[in-house]
């Protein structure tokens, strides 16, 4: 057995300098994965650690399927194997994990070696029928590593540990600023008793703990604590004063109550201040459902990628929290607690998943130019790489760390950008699908396979029940973006247009799904895509249904697609009532306006509109088979005749079921305004 008493004594003495400063470090081990287990345990076998890896070599190790069995925890040794495959959120999860003085250990091959390593999670970034010869991510995530200020301990090459920053005197957090923020919330609690409040912050900046201490400054008032997870709330209710022995069972302490999002929602329990705490890992719906039961609410989150909605919170809760309650207060803390500031284990994790990539907006632009980026290209100009993933960041609200060494390694796609003056200002992920063999595609059409991949492709063919969809190639578009600060100038349908050239030779068909809305239809209607499928389940991030989008790059095809869209506007007229009964207005206004450019025409005059009035009960179904037969005519009414056209025709709500946006009418108002709309209808046609 190899002796690690050297390397053991000159980490020991690393340790207590990182200790002084208050730091935290990262390690890389390398090697074989016996010499890599080997270490682990005499180096840290007599410590508390929490190990993360799928190995029978390492004692009491776990691999946890969800983020949040990582996350709330805290250990002065956290060690993770790459060995059992190298995934980004967890990695990111357990280095949140990891106390002031301590380390995370990275179990890895000799860094040399990484790009050719079979990554039992490379699996994962695989498409069916496809193949990955080198990791574009891992080789990256090599170079990273592979500089003076990295601490190693590697079989080949022995120990390698760079002088730490020593602080003359201990380094003790400052406090000022959780200080301050807890004193502005507590005034705006006290004075303001419907004003919701953001808490925002990176990990470690005493987010959890502030809500403890904001109870304990307010013992009269009563607070209930929200949060995905229970184990997370222990720096809450430890700052309210609960002993560390209950704190792992505990649900209730002094004036603080904790319950998960779905019992609040289903009891509507009563109290004096709702927190939501790490608020970004609570789908955005129910966020929404939150703030309207509870309007003196503090959500607190951290806004980074691995919580599990990623941007969710940020583009699109707190957007409507801010035109719902502009006068919201929000607080952002810097100054980390948990450890001393330019904590250098941070530093690394931001640098090695860009996580702190920011994109500079631009306001202006003149000369664009259309290009075509590799990933081979990525990991080599890094300054790029953040550029683009930043504009991805920012136009998505589902990113996660994952996502990097998505774009870096998931085979069959390449990046589409739009640069300005050498700016990117608009990006686009394009998957390359299909192509797959007709034993397979049929297996997709019985659904007695689901191969990883080919989103787009299996959708259709399944739709349809034909497995050509898959044999064909098809090009899913995963993400289109455009810098904020120029959108609306047509930049995504010049991108868009570029990329149908480009591949135009390659591909059947291009398509896309997302998160359906009546702005991005409108944008994909104008690029004469057509819809062919609306998901009945809202997703649980953005609260909205998947819409599934698509268009032929060849004349002949077309057919096959307006046989698809037409199935799904013969199906819509019902489902509005059914299914889609709570779908956006804006959105069933969208649909509606497209279907006229779908169906058949009907030449024939298919409804008698009744001109005297008439009761609503009559005017109803006269209204609803009008509008199928004549989809356009919605446009003619004004916006409130719409939003109660679709309302109380197409999607029959009762009276009973108030339109929160328009002002409240009586039944016999609305029935004179149905009476409006039909003579609208006639004076139109006559």
């Given at each position: 057995m190899r002796d690690f008493n050297h390397f053991k004594s000159l980490i020991d003495e690393a340790r207590a300098t990182l200790s002084t400063a208050h730091h935290r470090q990262l390690l890389v081990i390398s090697g074989s994965a016996d010499f890599c287990y080997a270490a682990t345990h005499f180096l840290f076998e007599r410590e508390g650690c929490c190990i993360l890896s799928q190995s029978d070599e390492l004692t009491d190790a776990?691999?946890?399927?969800?983020?949040?069995?990582?996350?709330?925890?805290?250990?002065?040794?956290?060690?993770?194997?790459?060995?059992?495959?190298?995934?980004?959120?967890?990695?990111?999860?357990?280095?949140?994990?990891?106390?002031?003085?301590?380390?995370?250990?990275?179990?890895?091959?000799?860094?040399?070696?990484?790009?050719?390593?079979?990554?039992?999670?490379?699996?994962?970034?695989?498409?069916?029928?496809?193949?990955?010869?080198?990791?574009?991510?891992?080789?990256?995530?090599?170079?990273?590593?592979?500089?003076?200020?990295?601490?190693?301990?590697?079989?080949?090459?022995?120990?390698?540990?760079?002088?730490?920053?020593?602080?003359?005197?201990?380094?003790?957090?400052?406090?000022?600023?959780?200080?301050?923020?807890?004193?502005?919330?507590?005034?705006?609690?006290?004075?303001?008793?419907?004003l919701p409040?953001?808490?925002?912050?990176?990990?470690?900046?005493?987010?959890?703990?502030?809500?403890?201490?904001?109870?304990?400054?307010?013992?009269?008032?009563?607070f209930i604590l929200c949060a995905p997870h229970r184990h997370a709330t222990a720096p809450t209710?430890?700052?309210?004063?609960?002993?560390?022995?209950?704190?792992?069972?505990?649900?209730?302490?002094?004036?603080?109550?904790?319950?998960?999002?779905?019992?609040?929602?289903?009891?509507?329990?009563?109290?004096?201040?709702?927190?939501?705490?790490?608020?970004?890992?609570?789908?955005?719906?129910?966020?929404?459902?939150?703030?309207?039961?509870?309007?003196?609410?503090?959500?607190?989150?951290?806004?980074?990628?691995?919580?599990?909605?990623?941007?969710?919170?940020?583009?699109?809760?707190?957007?409507?929290?801010?035109?719902?309650?502009?006068?919201?207060?929000?607080?952002?803390?810097?100054?980390?607690?948990?450890?001393?500031?330019?904590?250098?284990?941070?530093?690394?994790?931001?640098?090695?998943?860009?996580?702190?990539?920011?994109?500079?907006?631009?306001?202006?632009v003149d000369h664009v130019e259309f290009a075509t980026i590799e990933s081979t290209l990525l990991i080599n100009d890094d300054h790029l790489l953040q550029e683009i993933f930043s504009l991805f960041v920012l136009s998505h609200y589902q990113t996660s760390v994952n996502d990097l060494r998505q774009l870096l390694d998931t085979p069959n796609q390449s990046v589409y950008v739009l640069r300005a003056k050498g700016k990117i200002i608009a990006a686009c992920l394009v998957a390359i699908e299909g192509g797959l063999s007709s034993e397979l595609s049929s297996a997709i059409v019985e659904g007695s396979r689901r191969p990883r991949g080919h989103l787009l492709a299996q959708q259709l063919a399944q739709l349809s029940q034909n497995p050509d969809w898959c044999t064909q190639r098809l090009a899913r578009i995963v993400r289109i973006a455009v810098a904020p600060g120029i959108q609306c100038a047509g930049l995504g349908s010049q991108l868009l247009h570029e990329i149908e050239q480009c591949l135009a030779s390659d591909i059947a068909f291009i398509g896309s799904s997302f998160g359906a809305n009546h702005e991005l239809l409108s944008?994909?209607?104008?690029?004469?895509?057509?819809?062919?499928?609306?998901?009945?389940?809202l997703d649980k991030v953005s609260g909205e249904h998947a819409a599934l989008v698509i268009k032929a790059r060849q004349l002949a095809l077309d057919n096959h697609v307006i046989t698809l869209s037409q199935a799904f506007y013969r199906q819509l007229p019902y489902q509005l009532l059914t299914y889609f009964k709570l779908l956006d207005a804006q959105l069933v206004l969208s649909l509606w306006a497209e279907s006229d450019n779908i169906l058949p025409k009907k030449l024939e005059k298919t409804v008698f509109l009744p001109i005297t009035r008439r009761s609503m009960a009559e005017l109803q179904p006269v209204i609803w088979q009008w509008l199928i037969d004549?989809?356009?005519?919605?446009?003619?009414?004004?916006?409130?005749?719409?939003?109660?056209?679709?309302?109380?025709v197409l999607q029959g709500w009762l009276l009973s079921e108030s339109l929160n946006d328009l002002p409240k009418l009586s039944k016999k108002q609305i029935e004179q305004e149905l009476n409006d709309v039909v003579q609208i209808f006639i004076s139109n046609t006559e």
């Amino acid at each position: 057995m190899r002796d690690f008493n050297h390397f053991k004594s000159l980490i020991d003495e690393a340790r207590a300098t990182l200790s002084t400063a208050h730091h935290r470090q990262l390690l890389v081990i390398s090697g074989s994965a016996d010499f890599c287990y080997a270490a682990t345990h005499f180096l840290f076998e007599r410590e508390g650690c929490c190990i993360l890896s799928q190995s029978d070599e390492l004692t009491d190790a776990t691999w946890p399927e969800h983020l949040h069995q990582i996350l709330g925890q805290e250990w002065p040794i956290a060690i993770y194997d790459g060995y059992s495959g190298v995934i980004p959120n967890k990695l990111s999860a357990l280095s949140g994990t990891v106390k002031a003085g301590g380390l995370l250990v990275l179990l890895l091959p000799e860094l040399e070696q990484l790009g050719n390593f079979r990554d039992p999670a490379l699996e994962k970034w695989c498409s069916a029928e496809c193949d990955i010869a080198q990791s574009h991510f891992l080789l990256r995530l090599a170079a990273k590593l592979t500089d003076t200020n990295q601490w190693r301990l590697s079989e080949q090459y022995g120990v390698h540990l760079p002088q730490c920053t020593k602080a003359q005197t201990p380094v003790f957090p400052d406090f000022s600023q959780q200080n301050s923020a807890i004193e502005q919330i507590v005034h705006a609690l006290k004075t303001k008793r419907t004003l919701p409040v953001v808490l925002s912050a990176d990990r470690g900046r005493g987010k959890s703990s502030s809500l403890g201490l904001i109870a304990k400054a307010m013992p009269n008032k009563t607070f209930i604590l929200c949060a995905p997870h229970r184990h997370a709330t222990a720096p809450t209710f430890r700052h309210l004063g609960a002993s560390e022995d209950t704190l792992n069972d505990l649900v209730q302490y002094k004036n603080l109550q904790f319950l998960p999002p779905d019992q609040i929602l289903r009891e509507r329990p009563k109290c004096d201040v709702l927190f939501v705490d790490e608020a970004a890992a609570i789908p955005v719906p129910m966020l929404l459902d939150l703030l309207k039961q509870y309007p003196c609410s503090v959500f607190s989150s951290t806004l980074i990628g691995y919580e599990g909605n990623g941007r969710g919170y940020t583009l699109k809760f707190l957007k409507k929290l801010r035109k719902l309650a502009p006068q919201c207060l929000s607080i952002h803390l810097d100054n980390p607690l948990r450890f001393a500031a330019a904590d250098p284990l941070e530093q690394r994790i931001n640098q090695l998943f860009a996580l702190d990539c920011h994109y500079e907006d631009v306001v202006d632009v003149d000369h664009v130019e259309f290009a075509t980026i590799e990933s081979t290209l990525l990991i080599n100009d890094d300054h790029l790489l953040q550029e683009i993933f930043s504009l991805f960041v920012l136009s998505h609200y589902q990113t996660s760390v994952n996502d990097l060494r998505q774009l870096l390694d998931t085979p069959n796609q390449s990046v589409y950008v739009l640069r300005a003056k050498g700016k990117i200002i608009a990006a686009c992920l394009v998957a390359i699908e299909g192509g797959l063999s007709s034993e397979l595609s049929s297996a997709i059409v019985e659904g007695s396979r689901r191969p990883r991949g080919h989103l787009l492709a299996q959708q259709l063919a399944q739709l349809s029940q034909n497995p050509d969809w898959c044999t064909q190639r098809l090009a899913r578009i995963v993400r289109i973006a455009v810098a904020p600060g120029i959108q609306c100038a047509g930049l995504g349908s010049q991108l868009l247009h570029e990329i149908e050239q480009c591949l135009a030779s390659d591909i059947a068909f291009i398509g896309s799904s997302f998160g359906a809305n009546h702005e991005l239809l409108s944008f994909w209607f104008k690029n004469q895509f057509r819809i062919v499928k609306l998901g009945y389940k809202l997703d649980k991030v953005s609260g909205e249904h998947a819409a599934l989008v698509i268009k032929a790059r060849q004349l002949a095809l077309d057919n096959h697609v307006i046989t698809l869209s037409q199935a799904f506007y013969r199906q819509l007229p019902y489902q509005l009532l059914t299914y889609f009964k709570l779908l956006d207005a804006q959105l069933v206004l969208s649909l509606w306006a497209e279907s006229d450019n779908i169906l058949p025409k009907k030449l024939e005059k298919t409804v008698f509109l009744p001109i005297t009035r008439r009761s609503m009960a009559e005017l109803q179904p006269v209204i609803w088979q009008w509008l199928i037969d004549h989809p356009t005519s919605l446009a003619l009414l004004c916006a409130s005749q719409q939003v109660r056209i679709i309302r109380y025709v197409l999607q029959g709500w009762l009276l009973s079921e108030s339109l929160n946006d328009l002002p409240k009418l009586s039944k016999k108002q609305i029935e004179q305004e149905l009476n409006d709309v039909v003579q609208i209808f006639i004076s139109n046609t006559e």
